[in-house]
């Protein structure tokens, strides 16, 4: 099975802050990598697909970059409804694997 | 609109048997595969299983692998999980999402359900 990690576990930021998550994959799992937001109490939402391609309505300040097993998500200027836990997850093959999730807050 | 719409969570002793339904709306059910995740409390994602399209290609996560079987009608536009030997350790929140095909082969979940509590206690 493909492991995925994520740092940091937690960050504390403000709003107008610009967030930095990375993801680490096992092996190598080209660019079958998602990242979904999730909020307390409410179902995940994807963001990112395809490591670096915006799920459409996702705002433009979220990005995403890498390949192989390193990647990152980037929200450009942190927004108050942007407080959420992030995960990312690799769809190269299964089962397929979330990360332990990053939880952003003030 | 999409909707993914789970039933069916209650709370069982362990041993137990339990059947989840999602139905969903909104879309060609039968074109897209569909999965079951899970979340237990405070804890992470989990995915548990996948069906394919048209059913007849399933998966699962080795931890339900043998307890946990996944079905579709798609007729009624309706997935199921049927759950089996429930253990403490499957108390959680099930989702279903639907898989989805974009660009270059990439693989996603971009809808799910609001999700079902099962609890094993």
């Known amino acids: 099975d493909v492991q995925m990690t994520q740092s940091p576990s937690s960050l504390s930021a403000s709003v107008g802050d610009r967030v930095t998550i990375t993801c680490r994959a096992s092996?190598?799992?080209?660019?079958?990598l998602n990242w979904y937001q999730q909020k307390p109490g409410k179902a995940p939402k994807l963001l990112i697909y395809?490591?670096?391609s915006l799920q459409s309505g996702v705002p433009s300040r979220f990005s995403g970059s890498g390949s192989g097993t390193d990647f990152t998500l980037t929200i450009s200027s942190l927004q108050p409804e942007d407080f959420a836990t992030y995960y990312c997850?690799?769809?190269?093959?299964?089962?397929?694997?979330f990360g332990p999730g990053t939880t952003v807050d003030i | 609109q999409v909707q993914l719409v789970e039933s069916g969570g209650s709370v069982v002793q362990p041993g137990g048997s339990l059947k989840l339904s999602c139905a969903v709306s909104?879309?060609?059910?039968?074109?897209?595969?569909m999965h079951w995740v899970r979340q237990a409390p405070g804890k992470g994602l989990q995915w548990v299983a996948v069906i394919s399209n048209d059913g007849n290609k399933k998966y699962y996560a080795d931890s339900v692998k043998g307890r946990f079987a996944i079905s579709r009608d798609n007729s009624e536009n309706t997935m199921f999980l049927e759950m089996n030997g429930l253990r403490v350790e499957d108390r959680a929140v099930y989702y279903c999402?639907?898989?989805?095909?974009?660009?270059?082969?990439?693989?996603?979940?971009?809808?799910w359900g609001q999700g079902a509590l099962v609890t094993v206690s």
């Open positions: 997850q690799q769809s190269y093959n299964t089962p397929f694997t």
């Open positions: 395809a490591a670096f």
């Open positions: 092996q190598s799992v080209s660019t079958y």
């Open positions: 999402t639907r898989g989805n095909t974009g660009t270059y082969g990439a693989y996603y979940f971009d809808f």
């Open positions: 909104g879309f060609t059910f039968s074109r897209f595969p």
